[in-house]
């Protein structure tokens, strides 16, 4: 699989594509799960679920499902503790630097589409130093719908004045494909991410990347 046209701006997801944001993640639930007498997780075994956000994490944390009654008590009780610790241990994958860097060489604008609430994303972003570098910022509540929805990645297109089609997204989870489809734009895997559940060679993606500075190399080819 590969890249066969030149992209005017790349767009990325955050959490498990630009940065590891699963210490935090994970902190935020083990706190919750301290608070009910019960063992920290390993960040290891929680990171899979890490794109999944709040949901994904209170599954496999607490065994607890949106269709349960008190799943919004608890989703708040995460956001509420994950905000006060969101930037404490969140870092850049090895390698995202020199991509960022190796676009912005290019002058090609870069941005970001991510799921994670607009309270959290500039701050975030500010706490891996990238933050002013984004030519734009797109959170999960910016616009009405959140990936897999095409509906943040047209508005990211929007703002930086690019059609879709001149646009490539890269992300971690298979909803980020979806989006990516559902919005016309060429989309690349980040094989090194999260990832989830599923095989990521069924996500049928452009292209599948190991590295995250492995994309600088599949746009020259």
């Known amino acids: 699989m590969t890249i066969t ?3 005017r701006a790349v767009l990325f ?3 498990g594509t630009l940065a590891d944001t699963a210490p935090d993640l994970g902190g935020a639930l083990n706190v919750m799960r301290e608070r009910r007498g019960l063992p920290a997780m390993p960040i290891a075994e929680l990171r ?12 496999i944390g607490l065994q607890a499902e949106p269709e349960h009654d008190n799943f919004e008590a608890l989703r708040h009780e995460f956001l509420d503790i994950y905000e006060g610790i969101s930037s404490l241990h969140s870092v850049l994958f090895d390698g995202t630097e020199a991509l960022l860097a190796g676009l912005e ?3 090609l604008p870069w941005g970001v589409v991510t799921n994670k609430p607009k309270r959290f994303t500039p701050g975030v972003l500010a706490g891996l130093g990238i933050g002013h570098r984004a030519a734009v910022a797109v959170s999960g509540d910016t616009t009405p719908h959140a990936k897999p929805h095409p509906a943040p990645l047209l508005f990211a297109c929007e703002q930086i ?3 879709p089609e001149h646009a490539l997204y890269v992300g971690d989870d298979l ?3 979806q989006a990516a489809r559902a919005a016309g734009m060429p989309v690349v895997a980040a094989g090194y991410g999260y990832i989830g559940q599923s095989e990521i060679a069924s996500w049928q993606a452009d292209a599948i990347i190991n590295r995250p500075q492995d994309l600088l190399t599949l746009l020259a080819a």
């Open 13 to 15: 997801d955050l959490d």
């Open 175 to 177: 909803r980020d494909v």
């Open 48 to 59: 899979p679920w890490a794109s999944a956000g709040a949901r994904g994490l209170l599954h």
């Open 161 to 163: 004045g690019i059609a």
């Open 5 to 7: 046209f030149a992209p």
């Open 105 to 107: 060489a290019r002058r």
